[in-house]
């Protein structure tokens, strides 16, 4: 990457701003998510706005991707010193934080626990092996694309444009030859090194770097957010009652859909500059660097949340989703902000 490029890159301020909105995204999509899955018994009033919520914020795990790739893929990386500073730093908040929510499980009478240690063992390393909860997904996935980094950021920093749009295409093709209704049209060739989440972190690499216009860009990605919104809420709606079931082919992560939408995000928070007050900045930087840690506990409170009655159901899901998932957010933050002033130990538990 030209070195007038980087340097420009890293005086930007938006980066901070889009992981701290995608990792809202993210608390918003997990507050709407149940009352999206209640297709078939919520009224359908109430139901589209789950449906609008989540069309709304599906962008944030793939943005928080395409940001990984922005950051990381333009650097030179010796592997040892990379995989040991880079999987340190995920892997014992990881742990920890399954194991806090295999106890939470057990507690809550969802695990059995017997009197034999070995069998108490071996529901432990099942829980760890497939997820403590729903939302670790993500931590799998992003410890596989940390094992990758190193040697597809050295494509990246060697590739001409042409070649890194080459990828991203080939990605791209193979992606819609994937979904559900145009698997059966796909030839039998092996394209398995151009599916998965590492697509994005080469897009995010690639719209980061990428020159832009210097006006008259911004009103368009605004419109084509809100068509991409509305393109979602709507043809969910329809595939749904088509199929008289929850269709989630808008929202797939690696489906088309949502690699245009996030696309636009993405570009859209490069373009959108403002100065916030400097409480503000503040609060984003302690946001940003506890994202990890966030991410990982925000499923927990909003559990929590929810035993208090503190849900979609507490009124309009209008309002009382963004509300939820806004108090979810604070506590998280705040909890995290907490451990992670707790001398040596606290970095391994706030990530």
């Keep these: 990457m030209p070195e007038n490029l980087t340097a420009r890159h890293q005086t930007f301020e938006w980066i901070d701003n889009l992981k701290v909105v995608s990792l809202f995204a993210v608390v918003i999509l997990h507050t709407a998510s149940p009352l999206l899955m209640d297709f078939k018994h919520a009224s359908i009033s109430y139901w589209l706005i789950g449906d609008f919520y989540n069309a709304l914020v599906r962008f944030g795990v793939p943005v928080f991707v395409m940001i990984t790739g922005a950051l990381l893929l333009h650097r030179e990386y010796e592997v040892t010193d990379f995989l040991k500073r880079r999987l340190s730093r995920i892997i014992w908040p990881f742990l920890l934080w399954s194991l806090i929510y295999i106890a939470y499980a057990w507690y809550d009478e969802e695990i059995p626990f017997s009197d034999s240690v070995w069998a108490n063992i071996h ?9 403590a909860y729903y939302h670790l ?9 940390y094992l990758f980094i190193p040697i597809i950021s050295k494509f990246v920093r060697n590739a001409s444009e042409k070649e890194i749009r080459y990828f991203l295409i080939v990605w791209f093709v193979v992606m819609i030859f994937s979904q559900p209704y145009l698997s059966r049209f796909a030839p039998l060739i092996d394209v398995h090194y151009f599916i998965g989440y590492s697509g994005y972190l080469v897009l995010g690499h690639y719209l980061a770097f990428k020159e832009l216009p210097e006006t ?3 009103t368009p990605l605004i419109i084509y957010f809100l068509l991409c919104v509305a393109s979602v809420t709507i043809g969910t709606y329809f595939l749904s009652v088509n199929t008289n079931s929850l269709s989630t082919v808008m929202y797939e992560p690696l489906g088309p859909f949502i690699v245009l939408y996030a696309s636009g995000v993405f570009l859209l928070a490069r373009v959108c500059t403002f100065k916030l007050p400097e409480v503000m900045v503040k609060l984003r930087a302690i946001a940003g660097g506890l994202s990890l840690g966030i991410y990982l506990c925000h499923a927990l409170f909003l559990t929590l949340l929810d035993g208090q009655g503190i849900n979609y159901k507490l009124f309009n899901p209008l309002f009382s989703i963004p509300l939820t998932a806004l108090a979810c957010f604070i506590l998280s933050s705040f909890l995290i902000f907490i451990i992670s002033k707790i001398p040596v130990i606290g970095k391994y538990i706030a990530g």
Excluded: A, E, S
């Design 123 to 131: 529901t432990i390393l099942h829980q760890l092996k497939y997820g």
């Design 137 to 145: 997904w993500y931590v799998y996935m992003l410890l596989g694309l």
């Design 216 to 218: 008259g860009i911004k």
